[in-house]
């Protein structure tokens, strides 16, 4: 605690002195207790108008890219509801839902680099705390949840002191007006301030006074303005507003009013005595609380003294439904070149033009083309879309910026993978998914479901909510016009140089070079409008998706044949982009994602896209339970032999000694080897490791073998093929 010789003084100090004022500690200052009277004082705040120094209150200025989701989870309120010019009353609460501060949080807006900038006021006792519970949450390697070790808060933000850490000119101090005719004397000094609403603020100058000045009542009806000003202007204001007030009769008020006030609103007191708890203040302030937020710290203690939840939502269940075989706006086009046409996904799909094994050694070592347009596209833009995809997918979204994509997972309420989907930031309100066609609908029902806020999201606090509601169009949708969108991949060594090829302005060349993986460019190619993006689905280091309108599909699917003749591109089918994605080691949904054994991404080998330090996103804590008790994992792995039957998913997996370890996956043939994914012990997943496949016959029942005890001359038994355990991804060479 301060000595009395350390105790920080206002910059209306000598005024409280000549005014004749009683002093008191505060904090760490020496503030006005009293001026003359309490009891006038008191009865002055509450019929007329009061004067009083602020000046001992915190100012803390908060920035930085995640300032807002900063805020949203460290405070009770919901930050995300406000707008610049408005500002709110919070609770800050710690892991154990104990109070650190009561605290007034202000939305400047953004600064000219599009920064968001907050300002919070903190009362006097708890500044210090604050601050320092601030940078340590924002820094990460502070606890703040006892049951999650790996919660982090978003940020990093940049907390300044507005009091003493900034330069001078940037420091501010407070003064207030408390009583019912504060108004007034705010109307009479500057007529353009009588509108001011409660819990709004604006920049404006009085009478050559800048600053903010803002409405903050303890209660409806009874206004308390404030001016957020710096420390030289203050005995300026001061004076002024004494000088206005006094046909108001205004009178200077110290601490034992501001206390009074205080304790009459129920506002918390830090001037010894209990603690005060998350839930003693939820019943008192229950408009300071929105449990419905997907996450504050506290906010678990809170709702588990709740008990049991009030709130009833409904459960998402999806059915599937049989629909008619679809063509792609490139049907007529494979027509013409394969006769090899198969339903998948509801659509009709090449299986392949020439051979499986010839198309994949062109996006090997040329380039192939898919049609991929069967895949699903879907839109989300609006104020909350980021926040709005954090909550629905493992990924971190605010990590992509304008011009980069992620890849990410969708989860239902327990957990279990409902898609894996790949999602591009076209502006920090718009983003774009791509998902599987066969989960196409699946997945618009349920960002849909989310969106409406009347679905579960979290089993155990059904008030969970998003943030705030977001568009969503299917850009494969005719009602989407000019914005629709089809995908169309250029995948191998050589694309870029057909593109470039394509591209004869010398700049989009240069782009298209420059283009990192994961990075994209709209721009006009050929004529067409479209999104190029460096990303696949082949493994392939250089490999490209095109989004563009369907209508101009065959005209730049028919170019890119054209012009890449010379550096050997080919049409492919499903066939060589299963073997492709096969050999890269990369999942399929229904086969290494979901399915018949419920494969998570963990035991899949993509954890890096799972991102548990965000402390919610939808089936995270299912998640997290599930691989903590894991036994399985994905594994890649090659056929030593040739010649042998093709290996087929749900063929089992034996260990050298015989030992039954799982079961095949996927599998299929690459340049000659058979190379496959399987979903095994844990135990046997190190490369290297000998495994045995059973491959099983096709097209009916396995014949039934006699003991082995009983074997007689002429009996057949099923003996497994050798394989062995690869690195789960290629390890890639030195000159790709």
């Not at 005719?478 to 629709?484: L, M, N, R, V």
């Not at 990075?519 to 696949?536: C, D, K, P, Q, Y």
């Amino acid at each position: 605690p301060p000595t009395k010789l350390s105790l920080k003084r206002t910059s209306l100090f000598a005024q409280h002195q000549r005014l004749g004022a009683k002093f008191s500690q505060s904090g760490y200052w020496e503030m006005p207790l009293y001026y003359q009277d309490f009891e006038e004082e008191i009865k002055t705040a509450k019929k007329k108008v009061a004067l009083v120094d602020l000046g001992d209150m915190g100012l803390l200025k908060i920035t930085g890219e995640r300032a807002k989701p900063f805020l949203q989870e460290i405070s009770t309120n919901d930050i995300a509801e406000l707008k610049p010019g408005q500002c709110l009353r919070s609770f800050l609460l710690d892991k154990k839902g104990e109070l650190i501060d009561d605290v007034s949080i202000f939305y400047l807006g953004q600064d000219d680099r599009n920064i968001d900038v907050y300002l919070m006021e903190t009362n006097p006792q708890n500044t210090e705390k604050v601050k320092l519970w601030l940078r340590e949450l924002s820094d990460g390697y502070i606890s703040f949840d006892e049951d999650d070790i790996f919660a982090k808060i978003e940020g990093p933000v940049v907390v300044e002191d507005l009091k003493e850490e900034v330069k001078e000119k940037s420091r501010k101090t407070v003064i207030a007006l408390y009583g019912p005719d504060s108004s007034k004397v705010l109307e009479k000094i500057e007529p353009s301030l009588n509108g001011l609403k409660r819990f709004c603020f604006l920049e404006k100058e009085i009478k050559g006074v800048r600053g903010i000045i803002s409405r903050s009542d303890y209660t409806e009806g009874d206004p308390k303005f404030k001016f957020y000003i710096h420390p030289d202007d203050a005995s300026t204001l001061w004076n002024l507003l004494l000088e206005e007030g006094k046909g108001f009769g205004i009178k200077p008020t110290g601490l034992l009013v501001r206390r009074q006030l205080r304790s009459e609103a129920n506002l918390p007191s830090y001037d010894g005595g209990a603690k005060w708890d998350g839930l003693s203040l939820y019943r008192t302030h229950p408009c300071y609380f929105h449990l419905s937020k997907c996450y504050f710290i506290g906010q678990k203690v809170i709702s588990k003294a709740i008990g049991v939840s009030k709130v009833k939502k409904e459960k998402f269940h999806y059915k599937e439904e049989e629909t008619q075989i679809r063509k792609t706006p490139l049907y007529k086009e494979h027509l013409k070149l394969t006769k090899r046409l198969i339903p998948f996904a509801g659509w009709m799909m090449p299986v392949c033009y020439t051979s499986i094994d010839e198309e994949h050694r062109a996006v090997r070592k040329a380039a192939g083309l898919f049609d991929v347009s069967h895949m699903g596209i879907i839109e989300v833009s609006g104020e909350f879309a980021t926040s709005f995809l954090d909550t629905v997918t493992t990924n971190y979204v605010r990590w992509i910026k304008p011009g980069e994509s992620q890849y990410a997972y969708l989860l239902d309420p327990d957990g279990n993978v409902l898609d894996d989907v790949m999602i591009y930031c076209r502006d920090l309100k718009r983003y774009m998914i791509v998902c599987n066609a066969a989960n196409e609908r699946k997945v618009w029902m349920w960002l849909n479901a989310v969106n409406s806020k009347k679905f579960l999201i979290d089993r155990d606090y059904p008030e969970k909510e998003i943030e705030g509601k977001v568009i969503i169009r299917n850009l494969k949708d005719p009602s989407c016009g000019k914005d629709q969108k089809v995908d169309i991949a250029l995948q191998g060594p050589n694309s870029l140089s057909i593109l470039q090829r394509i591209a004869k302005n010398k700049k989009l060349q240069g782009k298209l070079a420059r283009l990192k993986k994961g990075e994209f460019v709209e721009e006009n190619l050929a004529g067409v409008e479209m999104i190029i993006s460096r990303t696949g689905y082949t493994g392939e280091e250089i490999g490209y998706e095109f989004y563009l309108h369907p209508d101009k599909a065959t005209f730049i699917w028919d170019l890119l044949l054209e012009k890449g003749r010379e550096f050997g591109i080919k049409p492919c089918g499903l066939g060589a982009r299963d073997s492709t994605r096969i050999e890269a080691g990369l999942p399929l949904y229904g086969h290494e994602l979901a399915g018949e054994y419920r494969i998570n991404p963990i035991e899949e080998g993509h954890g890096a896209f799972v991102k548990f330090h965000k402390p919610f996103f939808i089936g995270r804590k299912p998640l997290l339970e599930k691989v903590a008790h894991r036994k399985m994992e994905i594994i890649r792995f090659k056929m030593m032999s040739k010649g042998i039957r093709m290996v087929r998913s749900g063929d089992p997996v034996v260990s050298e000694r015989g030992q039954y370890i799982g079961r095949v996956t996927s599998c299929a043939l690459a340049e000659g080897i058979q190379i496959g994914l399987a979903f095994v012990d844990r135990n046997f997943t190190k490369e290297g490791t000998k495994i045995g496949i059973f491959i099983l016959p096709r097209g009916g029942k396995i014949s039934s073998e006699p003991p082995k005890d009983k074997l007689s001359i002429g009996d057949k038994v099923l003996l497994h093929e050798e394989g062995v355990v690869l690195s789960r991804f290629p390890v890639k060479e030195n000159n790709r």
